[in-house]
DNA sequence: ACTCTGTATCAAGACGGT
DNA sequence: ATAATTGATACAGAGT
DNA sequence: ACCGTCC
């Protein structure tokens, strides 16, 4: 469920902490993406009608590598660079959210077969989504394609979301990219939503800088914390009544959690008991996560073609020419991606620091590279920090 | 009247040929 | 045994 | 831009 309320309430409340922005400025950066929310999607829609999904010759879904598959070919031809980061463990105060949903679930793959029996196709659609699952299995067969793609793939210890914003915080990327306004709790620094939309022409890359959204709340990060628990979020029960308007405006009165309980109206206001909002508070302060130092260079390497081959086509029955033509597709991003990033960097620092000028490089695509280093340029020198590896170990 | 919350409902990818 | 979405929107109804 | 198909 996310924060309720929060988009709406940074819309209204802190206008100018949000950018619009186009999918081709973020040519060369480090993105990190939450991976189960995608398969998710992936299995809801791509090839699905009724409850049938794309299958292999054996029976399995493969509708979550096709998606995963093109999807990841399409950002990196935009020269971006994915790190993509799979759930672990949920905490344990997630547990009773999950078992409601589970509930919820159930119901559904009731419906589901009252309305095949019945043959209402509508509600068949419905509820066939409702009834979608992640498995483990598909998990698994995203990391390895992805790593026969040679992306990097982060398994998280807990929340993947706590984890993107980790590497986001640590400068080990440049941004989240996800739509689940949980990052922003967490405290992704720079967190994108819609990452896909203007590709199919839909809407614009919206960039939420944290910074901006505390300033134009009027709160700092603890308290920021705070309006998101008592907005509602997977760890606590809402207190009846309040809502996002309501909860602003006590964070800001009274500044802490404690003090509005303090504060509250017990007559209007029931406080749901318990209310573990410490624990709550807890886990998006200090989620587990894995610690920075201990998060290894990311690198994207050259597809394993034949590895690819293997996976889609022989496994999964792919079409031999079309997997053939998008790994093609791939090494050229892959190159382009590379060479793009060192000029998109001489792009920045062309005025300041021009000092390098070794550039083994650019020939059909410079007209395009300067462009996009020109809509880049705004303020992005702090993330360039560690490109190369040397510098932290241990 | 107005503001706010609570509830229900919906949609959700990407390619390639035309 | 091993999965547990999400946010936007529209509308109803309660409270001020 | 639309629409059938991807497996």
């Known amino acids: 469920m996310g924060i309720k309320g929060l988009t709406k309430l940074i819309a209204d409340n802190a206008h100018g902490a949000v950018k619009e922005q186009k ?16 398969i998710y999607q992936f299995l809801i829609v791509v090839g699905r009608s009724g409850s049938e999904l794309l ?11 096709q998606g995963m598959f093109n999807r990841t070919i399409r950002v990196l031809e935009a020269g971006l660079k994915p790190v993509y980061v799979f759930d672990g463990q949920p905490p344990d105060l997630k547990k009773r959210e999950l078992a409601k949903r589970f509930a919820r679930r159930e119901d559904a793959a009731e419906d589901l077969v009252t309305a095949k029996e019945t043959g ?39 929340e993947a979301e706590a984890e993107c914003a980790s590497l986001c915080k640590a400068e080990k990327v440049f941004a989240v990219a996800s739509e689940d306004m ?20 839909k809407l614009p890359v919206l960039e939420f800088d944290i910074a901006k959204v505390l300033e134009g709340l009027g709160l700092n990060m603890d308290q920021f914390v705070d309006l998101c628990i008592l907005c509602g979020c997977d760890y606590c029960d809402t207190i009846r009544g309040i809502g996002p308007q309501t909860a602003l405006k006590m964070i800001r009165q009274h500044g802490s959690l404690e003090i509005v309980l303090e504060n509250l109206n017990k007559d209007r206001y029931q406080v749901p008991d318990p209310w573990p909002y410490q624990e709550a508070r807890r886990l998006f302060k200090e989620p587990l996560v894995t610690p920075p130092e201990k998060v290894p260079e990311f690198k994207w390497t050259a597809p394993d073609t034949e590895g690819l081959r293997q996976l889609l086509v022989e496994e999964n029955g792919f079409n031999n020419d079309r997997v053939m ?9 892959k190159n382009k991606a590379s060479q793009g990033r060192l000029e998109s960097f001489f792009g920045v620092s062309s005025s ?14 410079a007209g395009k590279q300067v462009k996009t280093a020109a809509a880049v340029k705004p303020a992005k020198a702090a993330s360039k920090k560690g490109p190369a590896k ?5």
Request: glycine share 6%; with cysteine; net charge positive.
């Open 325 to 333: 033509k998008a790994i093609e597709k791939l090494k050229v991003a």
């Open 23 to 38: 999918f081709e400025n973020y040519f060369g950066r480090k993105i990190a993406i939450d991976a189960s929310m995608s």
């Open 390 to 394: 040397g510098g932290k170990k241990k």
């Open 352 to 365: 300041s620091s021009n000092k390098r000028k070794e550039a083994p490089d650019s020939e059909a695509s």
């Open 120 to 158: 209402n196709e509508a509600d068949v659609e419905k509820y066939s989504k409702k009834t979608v699952k992640v498995t483990k299995q598909h998990n698994e067969d995203c990391r390895k394609l992805l790593r026969l793609m040679g992306v990097p793939v982060v398994e998280a210890p807990s």
């Open 55 to 65: 299958t292999n010759d054996a029976g399995e879904v493969t509708s979550h590598l």
């Open 182 to 201: 949980d990052s922003l709790t967490y405290g992704s620094t720079r967190f994108l939503r819609h990452l896909m939309e203007p590709t199919s022409r």
